[in-house]
């Protein structure tokens, strides 16, 4: 085998074990998986109801209005949300748009979740939040809000390179390493 080929044989499987340990990449976007669903949140903008929160993040809201609704109807369900995402306390109503969203105030930086969490009892929060929200459109600032949503993962993670990838590419080397050897003229 020619040290060329065996140079790229390595580089390639260097570059698979990178590749298939890597993190899914999301464009703007702080996810939390919880109740079964992936909830995020846009902390570069406020006044985002769920359809812009989830395009922020490569995404989409998820698709069923009724899973939506049953992963934050109950105080206990909006309350792992919230400590999930740092936040102390909830507000449990039957809201229009609350499903999820922090309280309104001033954030002075667009990255912060205001407490308490708003979860809603209303079974038609979910498709109302799809489009519309309290303070849409309203920027970071002054009586300011985010929306916290079940989005769709942009594509599925995949473990981060860890021991096993290490372990994979070491062995690999030694593996090509033993082969380049073996057929070497001495």
């Not at 922090?102 to 009892?121: H, I, K, R, V, Y």
Request: with cysteine.
């Amino acid at each position: 085998m020619k040290s060329g080929v065996y140079v790229r044989i390595v580089a390639g499987a260097i570059f698979a074990t990178l590749a298939l340990g890597g993190q899914a990449a999301w464009a703007r976007g702080v996810c939390q998986t919880v109740n079964g669903l992936n909830w995020c949140y846009n902390p570069d903008a406020c006044g985002q109801p769920c359809n812009d929160v989830c395009a922020a993040a490569g995404s989409v809201p998820i698709a069923d209005d009724a899973v939506w609704y049953a992963a934050q109807d109950t105080p206990d369900e909006c309350q792992a949300i919230a400590t999930a995402f740092g936040l102390t306390s909830i507000y449990f109503s039957s809201w229009t748009y609350g499903c999820v969203e922090d309280t309104a105030g001033t954030n002075s930086s667009a990255g912060e979740l205001l407490g308490p969490l708003l979860c809603s009892s209303s079974p038609s929060c979910p498709a109302a939040h799809r489009t519309d929200m309290d303070q849409n459109g309203i920027p970071c600032g002054e009586n300011s809000r985010h929306s916290i949503c079940p989005c769709k993962p942009a594509r599925a993670a995949a473990p981060a390179l860890g021991s096993v990838g290490l372990i994979l590419c070491a062995g690999l080397l030694l593996l090509f390493g033993v082969t380049r050897l073996r057929y070497r003229r001495i």
